[in-house]
């Protein structure tokens, strides 16, 4: 029996050959050694891997598949807002509509420590809340906004 590549050794190979491409002598002389490493490893030679049998279809169709429901299930999260929807309670609304004054990591703090569907905040919410409301209306006063 045949020597096959999985779908993981071929997508490694996929990766190691585009850099076959490289401006850089070392990058492609590099990048050929352990595409040769590779296949020496997979018990194959370029000509089994070149006829195209050496993959396993279904193995290969599968992890299309899981491959593809893992990408629209990405596409679909980073689609909905970061950090939520403000849900009711009022300085989370007041956050949100003017997130531009946060900086990035705020966002972030925001995002992984307040579940902003709640109504009720934990009291370590409340206190990253008002640290933020505080910072908000700090840089509103700054740059001449009504807080």
Same mark, same amino acid.
């Given at each position: 029996?045949? +020597?096959? @590549?999985?779908?993981?050794? #071929? /997508? =490694? @190979?996929? &990766?190691?050959?585009? #850099?076959?491409?490289? $401006?850089?002598?070392?990058?492609? /002389?590099?990048? %050929?050694?352990? /595409?040769?490493? *590779?296949?020496?490893? %997979?018990? @194959? ?26 990408? !629209?299930?990405? !596409?679909?999260?980073?689609? !909905? $807002? ?9 300085? *989370?609304?007041?956050?949100?509509? $003017? ?13 992984? =420590?307040? $579940? +902003? /569907?709640?109504?009720? @905040?934990?009291?370590?919410?409340? &206190? *990253? ?7 908000? &209306?700090?840089?509103? &006063?700054?740059?001449? +906004?009504?807080?």
């Amino acid at each position: 029996m045949m +020597a096959r @590549l999985s779908p993981t050794q #071929r /997508a =490694k @190979l996929v &990766k190691i050959c585009g #850099r076959l491409g490289s $401006n850089h002598d070392g990058e492609r /002389a590099a990048a %050929a050694l352990l /595409a040769s490493r *590779l296949l020496t490893e %997979a018990g @194959l030679d370029w000509e089994q891997v070149l006829s195209a049998s050496a993959i396993e279809p279904f193995q290969a169709a599968t992890e299309d598949r899981n491959f593809m429901a893992e990408m !629209r299930a990405a !596409r679909e999260r980073a689609a !909905r $807002n970061p950090w939520g929807r403000p849900g009711q309670h009022p300085d *989370l609304r007041f956050l949100w509509e $003017n997130s531009d004054y946060l900086t990035g990591d705020e966002r972030v703090a925001l995002s992984q =420590k307040v $579940n +902003a /569907a709640r109504s009720d @905040l934990t009291p370590r919410q409340a &206190k *990253l809340v008002a640290f933020l409301l505080e910072q908000v &209306k700090l840089r509103m &006063k700054q740059r001449g +906004a009504a807080a």
